[in-house]
């Protein structure tokens, strides 16, 4: 069904050679289980990305829907992912929606039982600042030195004690001169590195045969069960891990979609929008892209105005070319793309593989093409080669240059003498390639999240408000970038209106052509109160005074610190007092309210209770005439809430 009922002799031959690799290394029931839960997830309308790494280089994984990225379209290449020439475990990371990615563990639990099924344990191991600190606690030696001592570690990763005592004078001459500090830091640097603590694996599943206890020893933590080897001893074991990896882009996406469809009807299947939209391609290179998944930094936003992308193949060079290392062959990029009549290559051999970048390497996927296209290498052995390359492995990279060049019988390769390129232009391309190989990106990778850009680019062009309440909903925990996306909307022209107790949920979501301020964006607001308030108001109506709302919620979620911040944030705004005037009676109707639920629990009469139906009055409280907070005032209240 991906490619109609005639699909080209190039799409029957990939097919079949990949399903004969596949089947060859055993894998035929990695990709099976694999499909399963994304099956299971996508008729649960869990959402799931698109792919994520070399794995969307398989066309046999597009075409039983684990991937959603053509590979022939973008010239993904399969031994990136499944390498016939090196034995090792293939990995499908897959991205689920943040919020259900549980569902899908359980569901593999489920369906190969709990005892085949298991997390997988990491270790925190002692790092340069964090062993100084240890030590020092338990030589007794004061806080505030070891602290000192830890700060003067430079901040930076992968940093040691040793390199810290080459790098930082101070910190050295302080190792020299006071045995305390040689004593401290000598033991420190014998025990930095050990594992420190044991913890669970962010997104690792370790599935088995036969129970996982039958492979590997199991540990409890918080009553979940991991195994007590990690991640990378399982593989050599020959174990199978899973990836489920929770995005957060997912369910913003899903959320838009959903509030779309409710609010105008219409259903956007976000894997079959228009890819070449002209107009969304635009505001991309406006640089106005906040929200935009991957393309949001300040550094972003600038390149992407230099950048100017007109299709997608442009916007997945820039998520590769974007990042230390690559960034220098920016400019030679973009001059390339304006002036492509000046591009020069080596050897015409290297047009066909490099015209989509305009004569720059920018990915892994180009580094493999060149081996295998100028000196004959298989696919997958110009796997093994890149790989080496990256690791600047010099006494392999000596060998691999002579077969690259010159060729080698045994392993069957010509070599680029032999195809009929130059030494010398040979030995050039093989130094470009060794400069390039340590910062190349894996364009199946670039590819897919390019993908998930552009989606969250188009629902922002063509459904703004409903795209920025999804957004800033998935970020309301995170007071800054809540402010920041709320300014995004003042930009886009888009009305941000206060929180109301009676319309809506804890979800920022559209009223109108507005957003209204969702009510777990508040401080001192938690999921679990909105929750309740909004059933309360969807089965009994809604709240008509401060005094209903007390009394409906009394004993549930109505306390001191929630009321304050509904009042401040003018949720009860329409109830018809002014804030201070609620602020000022609040306490008295929090403890009338706790007073009569008291009594009713106890049993007990009030004096109202002796009294005829028609004698008894409703418990009211009087509201001080007094005006509202001065304007500064009263912004700055809200503000704060």
């Known amino acids: 069904?991906?490619?109609?009922?005639?699909?080209?002799?190039?799409?029957?031959?990939?097919?079949?050679?990949?399903?004969?690799?596949?089947?060859?290394?055993?894998?035929?029931?990695?990709?099976?289980?694999?499909?399963?839960?994304?099956?299971?997830?996508?008729?649960?309308?869990?959402?799931?990305?698109?792919?994520?790494?070399?794995?969307?280089?398989?066309?046999v994984a597009y075409a039983i829907e684990i991937?959603?990225?053509?590979?022939?379209?973008?010239?993904?290449?399969?031994?990136?992912?499944?390498?016939?020439?090196?034995?090792?475990?293939?990995?499908?990371?897959?991205?689920?929606?943040?919020?259900?990615?549980?569902?899908?563990?359980?569901?593999?639990?489920?369906?190969?039982?709990?005892?085949?099924?298991?997390?997988?344990?990491?270790?925190?191991?002692?790092?340069?600042?964090?062993v100084i600190r240890d030590v020092g606690r338990v030589l007794d030696v004061p806080y505030a030195t070891a602290d000192k001592l830890a700060k003067m570690v430079p901040n930076e990763l992968h940093i040691t004690i040793k390199k810290a005592l080459e790098q930082n004078k101070e910190f050295k001459d302080e190792y020299e001169n006071n045995p305390e500090t040689k004593k401290l830091l000598d033991i420190a640097m014998a025990l930095e590195g050990m594992p420190r603590q044991a913890s669970t694996h962010a997104c690792g599943i370790v599935i088995t045969k036969d129970p996982v206890v039958t492979y590997v020893p199991l540990y409890v933590r918080d009553n979940q069960i991991s195994t007590q080897y990690i991640m990378t001893t399982l593989e050599e074991l020959g174990l199978l891990k899973m990836d489920f990896l929770g995005l957060r882009t997912l369910t913003v996406i899903q959320n838009a979609v959903n509030m779309i469809?409710?609010?105008?009807?219409?259903?956007?299947?976000?894997?079959?929008?228009?890819?070449?939209?002209?107009?969304?391609?635009?505001?991309?290179?406006?640089?106005?892209?906040?929200?935009?998944f991957q393309l949001e930094s300040a550094g972003m936003k600038s390149f992407m105005k230099q950048l100017k992308p007109k299709n997608l193949d442009e916007i997945i060079a820039g998520i590769s070319l974007y990042r230390p290392g690559p960034m220098d062959f920016i400019p030679k990029y973009l001059a390339n793309r304006e002036h492509p009549e000046s591009i020069v290559y080596d050897t015409p051999k290297l047009e066909k593989i490099l015209k989509s970048t305009y004569g720059c390497m920018v990915y892994q996927e180009q580094v493999m093409q060149i081996v295998r296209n100028l000196a004959g290498y298989t696919l997958g052995r110009s796997d093994l080669v890149r790989r080496a390359m990256a690791k600047k492995k010099a006494d392999v990279m000596d060998k691999e240059r002579q077969y690259f060049v010159y060729g080698n019988e045994e392993l069957n390769v010509p070599g680029c003498v032999k195809n009929g390129i130059q030494e010398s232009v040979a030995n050039k391309i093989f130094d470009d390639m060794v400069d390039f190989a340590n910062y190349a990106f894996n364009k199946s990778h670039a590819a897919v999240y390019a993908v998930v850009a552009y989606q969250t680019a188009y629902l922002k062009i063509y459904y703004p408000v409903e795209y920025m309440a999804a957004l800033i909903s998935s970020v309301r925990e995170n007071t800054e970038k809540m402010s920041s996306y709320i300014q995004t909307c003042k930009s886009l022209g888009i009305k941000i209106l206060p929180p109301d107790i009676n319309k809506g949920s804890g979800d920022f979501l559209v009223d109108g052509n507005a957003i209204r301020f969702g009510l777990s964006g508040l401080r001192s607001i938690g999921d679990g109160v909105t929750e309740v308030v909004h059933q309360e108001v969807v089965a009994n109506g809604p709240f008509t005074s401060l005094?209903?709302?007390?009394?409906?919620?009394?004993?549930?979620?109505?306390?001191?610190?929630t009321i304050e911040s509904f009042i401040l944030a003018g949720a009860f705004d329409s109830f018809g007092y002014n804030r201070h005037q609620m602020m000022m009676?609040?306490?008295?109707?929090?403890?009338?309210?706790?007073?009569?639920?008291?009594?009713?629990m106890s049993g007990q009469m009030s004096l109202m209770d002796f009294l005829g139906e028609e004698e008894k009055t409703e418990f009211q409280v009087r509201y001080p005439d007094v005006e509202e907070y001065p304007k500064d005032e009263l912004l700055a209240k809200e503000k704060e809430i």
């Open 261 to 292: 469809e409710k609010d105008t009807g219409v259903h956007i299947d976000v894997d079959h929008i228009d890819y070449d939209d002209k107009k969304v391609l635009e505001s991309l290179g406006t640089g106005k892209t906040d929200g935009v």
């Open 585 to 600: 009676v609040y306490p008295a109707v929090l403890e009338q309210t706790a007073k009569e639920k008291k009594n009713a």
């Open 67 to 130: 991937t959603d990225i053509d590979p022939m379209k973008y010239a993904l290449l399969f031994e990136r992912f499944l390498n016939p020439e090196r034995i090792s475990m293939p990995d499908f990371d897959v991205d689920f929606c943040y919020e259900r990615r549980q569902e899908v563990i359980d569901y593999v639990s489920r369906k190969y039982g709990p005892d085949h099924v298991s997390q997988i344990i990491t270790f925190g191991t002692m790092s340069a600042r964090m």
């Open 1 to 59: 069904n991906r490619y109609g009922d005639n699909p080209s002799q190039e799409i029957i031959d990939r097919k079949n050679y990949e399903l004969g690799v596949i089947k060859k290394m055993g894998y035929v029931d990695y990709f099976l289980i694999v499909w399963d839960y994304i099956h299971y997830a996508k008729t649960q309308g869990i959402p799931v990305g698109p792919g994520r790494g070399s794995g969307a280089g398989s066309i």
């Open 547 to 561: 005094e209903d709302f007390c009394t409906r919620l009394s004993g549930k979620e109505a306390n001191k610190r």
